[in-house]
């Protein structure tokens, strides 16, 4: 496979959320705007990069038996290192998201990239494959996390062109599951994925 | 394809893949130590600088022994002399703490309020951070103003809505303000006044927020 379908095919054929429906938690909970959205899409996309890489180079060396906690330990590593960074650099973000972001160790994308994609493929077409999901994790959240503002706070990206209230349940629970069962239906009407 | 499974090959592979990470992490851990602790306190002094008026310098942090609890609170002066104090308050919301920086001044006001943390309902509670309910409490005077909700019998605006969050604002601004008084006068603070907002039934504020 070419390394651009490489990156395109995370981004429709195989987008974790509206195709495979992995990661589904820290979708619901983070996308009540936009800018949460996209900011956990990019920080699950920074781990899932750096952990396939490590893992597509490291696989030959892993024993099959301790394949799992040797992944685990790698992805976790990795997402603290992200703490550390968005911490220092980033802290209201980081507020924002909160536990979500220590969450990323078992969001089953990542695990499931290593499992089904790194460990049996190069270096660089991991890390494209981890550029292509990732991409299609931001992009989904960023939509979703864009749909839940307009309607529920009546504004986009933090510019708000409605005064005041939305549709406030649109930024609580219910408004998530509503508003990712349409997205999902009408993403699989347009790409015509069944 | 992976190595053999045997005891000795996992042992080896599961420990250099644990060493290398734990090395990693001290080093990405060092590096970011100094900025983190930089954004922690450019976070607290914003705050600070939000709630006093102007002052010169960095506030002081300073703690004070009452009832058996350590509380430590800011000192912030001009010209050498001390104009105001930053204490930091929180009372029980409607999901969670709601946490403030309280500004009093050196005659007792209370200059401004900013809300550290809160986890109240967006839309409802979450709208105790917007100048419409907290701008209340700007320039205010305890000895003059009945420092509770009208519901409650006193001079306060309480949010549409969400009285237990306006409550628990209040309740916290109250605890400031007895942290004040222990501050002035080195004495016991009567800080049981206002901790908890008084006892309602949760549901009926839940009943209340559906209307």
Do not use: H, W
């Not at chain 2, 992490?25 to 939000?50: F, H, M, S």
């Not at chain 2, 430590?72 to 104090?85: D, F, H, L, P």
Request: hydrophobic share 50%; aromatic share 8%; with cysteine.
């Amino acid at each position: 496979m070419g390394k651009f379908k490489l990156i395109t095919k995370g981004l429709v054929k195989e987008n974790p959320t509206f195709v495979l429906l992995l990661g589904m938690c820290p979708t619901l909970a983070t996308t009540t705007s936009a800018m949460n959205g996209m900011g956990m899409g990019l920080a699950t996309m920074f781990v899932l990069v750096l952990s396939n890489m490590v893992i597509s180079a490291t696989a030959p060396y892993i024993p099959d038996k301790v394949r799992i906690p040797s992944y685990i330990v790698i992805i976790a590593a990795f997402v603290t290192i992200l703490q550390f960074i968005m911490q220092a650099y980033t802290p209201a973000m980081y507020e924002t998201l909160g536990l979500f972001i220590p969450l990323i160790v078992v969001n089953c994308i990542v695990l499931g990239r290593a499992e089904a994609f790194a460990n049996k493929n190069s270096v660089i077409d991991s890390a494209c494959d981890g550029i292509g999901i990732g991409l299609g994790f931001t992009m989904s959240l960023t939509i979703l996390g864009l749909v839940r503002e307009i309607l529920g706070s009546g504004s986009a990206f933090g510019f708000k062109f409605i005064e005041g209230d939305g549709i406030i349940a649109f930024v609580l629970a219910p408004g998530a599951f509503l508003a990712l069962a349409y997205l999902i239906v009408i993403f699989r009407k347009i790409t015509k994925i069944e | 394809m992976a190595i053999q499974s045997s005891l000795k090959n996992m042992v080896l592979s599961l420990g250099v893949i644990c060493l290398v990470s734990s090395g990693l992490l001290a080093g990405v851990y060092a590096l970011t130590k100094a900025p983190i602790e930089a954004a922690a306190e450019a976070k607290t002094n914003n705050a600070i600088r939000q709630v006093l008026p102007e002052f010169d310098g960095a506030p002081e942090l300073k703690t004070i022994e009452a009832d058996g609890r350590t509380i430590s609170y800011y000192a912030a002066s001009k010209g050498g002399e001390v104009i105001g104090y930053a204490v930091t308050a929180s009372a029980s919301g409607f999901s969670g703490p709601v946490s403030l920086m309280v500004g009093i001044t050196a005659d007792g006001i209370v200059y401004n309020t900013s809300v550290l943390s809160q986890s109240e309902t967006p839309g409802l509670g979450a709208k105790c951070t917007e100048p419409a309910f907290a701008d209340q409490f700007k320039n205010l005077n305890p000895a003059a103003t009945k420092l509770a909700v009208k519901k409650d019998g006193g001079d306060i605006d309480a949010i549409t809505a969400s009285t237990i969050t306006s409550r628990a604002y209040v309740a916290a601004v109250n605890n400031a303000l007895a942290i004040y008084e222990t501050i002035v006068s080195g004495g016991v603070p009567d800080i049981s006044a206002g901790t908890e907002a008084p006892a309602e039934d949760p549901a009926a504020q839940t009943a209340e927020e559906n209307k």
